[in-house]
């Protein structure tokens, strides 16, 4: 019988090969080993340094911070200019955004976070439509606009000036803006822009709307140039009820038409209530004027 060696050769195809990572830009392999080994290594170099220092991450990560700031500084990518555009017209309010983003000539641009500025700019409640670029190597730019009149609402006494992130305008005279959406209600400001927006995206709406009022600071009731109430529902379907009777209006010319109310708080339906006066003109006419 012959015998049977007990070292049996391994194919070479068989032999199990250390796991690796493929880079998927340069196609290198990278050996998992290596990775985790050069990783292990890092960790370690860090809480030396750490325990050295008096055992602080912190302070690690504060030298760290300060001495890649340097290091930018050295290649030229540090921040040499924070400009805003878009409010020239208004260098206060330029300073005030400026003053937000908290970013100082001389920072890493590497820190200087375009998302992060965003928000601060954002948060100030004073600017619309803010937008953060990073110009390299070394110049960060802020677009913004002032917020601009977009309604006019009556608190109680007179009429004031409402601007697009819902704040009275408090030197801007009424009289100046009679084309703006005439508005009434407490807590009308706060919610006019949202309302407006729904507003000037049904154009066929817009112009028959006499004013509307604010309802429990939750929807709104749009008494319409022909006399009609149109009650609307709740802010968070206010679009979708805008759309609808856009889309009725061009259809039917509903607005026009001699009603008392048109109820869209009910998704599914329209209620109509029927004007049985019949001086349905001269309420038409009362309500232009």
Do not use: C
């Amino acid at each position: 019988m012959p015998k049977v060696s007990r070292n049996k050769t391994v194919p070479k195809s068989s032999r199990r090969r250390p796991a690796v990572i493929v880079d998927e830009v340069t196609g290198e392999e990278v050996r998992v080993s290596s990775v985790i080994f050069g990783f292990v290594m890092l960790v370690a170099i860090v809480v030396t340094t750490a325990a050295w220092m008096g055992g602080s991450l912190s302070q690690v990560e504060t030298r760290f911070g300060s001495f890649m700031d340097d290091t930018a500084r050295m290649a030229g990518v540090s921040v040499n200019d924070v400009s805003v555009i878009g409010l020239e017209q208004d260098p206060a309010l330029a300073a005030d955004v400026r003053a937000a983003a908290m970013i100082e000539p001389g920072e890493n641009m590497f820190r200087a976070d375009p998302h992060l500025i965003r928000r601060r700019v954002e948060g100030t409640r004073k600017v619309l439509n803010v937008r953060v670029h990073r110009l390299w190597p070394d110049q960060i730019i802020i677009i913004a606009d002032a917020a601009e009149p977009v309604a006019l609402w009556h608190d109680g006494e007179a009429w004031t000036v409402v601007d697009g992130l819902g704040r009275v305008i408090p030197d801007a005279r009424a009289d100046d803006h009679k084309q703006l959406v005439r508005l009434a209600g407490r807590g009308a400001p706060e919610a006019a822009p949202a309302f407006v927006k729904a507003l000037k995206a049904q154009p066929d709406v817009s112009p028959g709307i006499a004013i509307a009022t604010r309802v429990n600071d939750r929807r709104w009731d749009m008494r319409l140039v022909s006399g009609a109430t149109v009650r609307m529902p709740e802010d968070h379907d206010l679009a979708s009820a805008m759309d609808r009777l856009s889309t009725l209006q061009v259809r039917t010319a509903l607005m026009q038409r001699p009603l008392e109310t048109i109820d869209l708080r009910n998704k599914g339906r329209v209620y109509l209530d029927p004007l049985n006066t019949p001086d349905f003109g001269a309420r038409e006419e009362s309500a232009r004027s």
